[in-house]
């Protein structure tokens, strides 16, 4: 969200390379990216949730390297104007004030914003259907989504009769659903066709034509991936894509869903067709998640010495990972030490992108409002995309949709330092027996 956070997960992420799309696994920021340490890091124990007893990691699957068509080169200019041919509204740079006021609805209302956070996604996809239980979720004016926040975002913005579609997608999904182990490419780990087949079928053209008629009538629906070309975020407009219609929307639709969904190195990235100035090329998107947990507005206009005012007329963020530490004695081995190292630094980031949106909604004399996961939720994982526990969390997550307390007006408070009982001086000499 803003230029400090973006720099600063750049660079954790530049540093770590390849090792980090090996360790990126965990419920933290990443969508859908939990197995793939568990799938490549051999020796290594994956991150889980606390008193969980872990499983060995499976061995990779063997792969065998097959060589990649080379790219058709293209500046930075014509990369800047690029476009997607018979689409011109598809999308714009995250970065773009103007193209960002330019796409926002004519009318105010409530704004909606999912954050990533992998299989953690069940809390969001359950809260959702927890308000809709309690009559308290309206037709959200905006919606946006990243990582895991972009692959529900199209059910909710669509309408509560896509609340059971929700709650299969995020209580029914396996490992199996998500990536097959080995890649017969160099560009990944793992390879994530499951992924993209299970979203061309969630994708049905009943789901698009209601996200065209949600468009049409002035609401937006906002889905962040990552332009690793240009290194900067690209916003693309998920309602003006589905209003074009026909396959050619639908390919991109679910392909833009996938590249959010995608982190480097661990997923394959997603090449998506361009023209400018009549020349085509193909540019290189990956995991919306790089520039930002999740996505208010550009950097600029969010930062603290801004000025400017959200049109909305309230807004409320879904926080959909876990913000508090998990302690573990860790291994003496790169990839868990790296994936317990983006464990602690994910958290932090989005804490203070939520102080930065709390700033923005105050400036803007509109109502705050956050949902994140509660510190009691302690049920133990089994591993990747763990059924049972993304079950209990949805049902932890419909729980707080329904109850009193759905949101709350300030930002989670910081976890209190953990309290030890140290032995006095007359324990420690026996001086009092």
């Not at 606390?50 to 499976?58: C, E, I, L, M, S």
């Not at 999308?91 to 609805?105: C, G, I, M, Q, V």
């Amino acid at each position: 969200m803003n230029s400090v956070i973006s720099l600063r997960m750049r660079s954790v992420v530049g540093a770590a390379g390849a090792l980090l799309a090996a360790s990126l696994l965990l419920p933290s920021g990443l969508p859908y990216v939990a197995g793939v340490a568990q799938a490549q890091a051999v020796n290594s124990q994956p991150r889980v949730k606390r008193g969980t007893a872990v499983k060995p990691a499976p061995s990779p699957a063997p792969s065998t390297s097959k060589e990649l068509p080379p790219r058709v080169p293209f500046t930075e200019a014509e990369d800047a104007v690029a476009g997607i041919p018979g689409i011109p509204d598809a999308r714009f740079w995250a970065d773009s004030e103007t193209d960002y006021a330019n796409a926002l609805p004519t009318q105010s209302g409530p704004w909606l914003i999912l954050s990533s956070g992998g299989a953690d996604g069940a809390f969001g996809a359950g809260l959702m259907t927890g308000l809709t239980a309690a009559g308290k979720r309206p037709d959200y004016q905006v919606v946006t989504g990243v990582s895991t926040g972009a692959l529900m975002a199209p059910f909710i913005f669509a309408g509560a009769r896509y609340d059971e579609e929700l709650r299969k997608a995020y209580t029914q999904v396996s490992a199996a659903d998500v990536f097959e182990a080995g890649s017969s490419t160099g560009e990944s780990f793992v390879n994530s066709w499951p992924l993209r087949d299970f979203i061309a079928k969630q994708i049905t053209p009943e789901l698009m034509v209601d996200i065209a008629a949600a468009h049409r009538a002035g609401r937006r629906l906002f889905v962040v991936t990552t332009n690793l070309d240009a290194e900067r975020s690209m916003v693309w407009n998920m309602g003006a894509i589905a209003a074009h219609g026909g396959e050619q929307a639908t390919k991109l639709f679910c392909s833009v869903l996938l590249a959010s969904a995608s982190v480097p190195g661990g997923f394959p990235p997603v090449m998506i067709g361009v023209e400018a100035n009549g020349k085509h090329f193909a540019e290189m998107h990956v995991d919306g998640g790089l520039g930002g947990q999740f996505f208010v507005a550009p950097a600029a206009l969010m930062a603290a010495t801004s000025q400017y005012h959200l049109p909305a007329s309230e807004l409320y963020v879904v926080v959909n990972s876990g913000l508090q530490p998990d302690f573990k004695v860790i291994d003496r081995f790169a990839p868990t030490i790296l994936t317990q190292s983006i464990g602690m630094a994910v958290p932090v980031d989005t804490r203070l992108m939520i102080d930065r949106a709390y700033l923005a909604a105050k400036r803007s004399s509109i109502p705050f409002n956050v949902a994140t996961i509660p510190a009691s939720f302690n049920v133990p994982s089994a591993g990747a995309f763990d059924p049972k526990y993304m079950g209990a969390l949805f049902k932890t997550g419909a729980e707080q949709g329904r109850g009193a307390n759905a949101f709350s007006d300030q930002p989670p408070p910081y976890p209190a330092a953990p309290v030890s009982k140290q032995p006095n001086r007359m324990e420690k000499t026996g001086a009092n027996r």
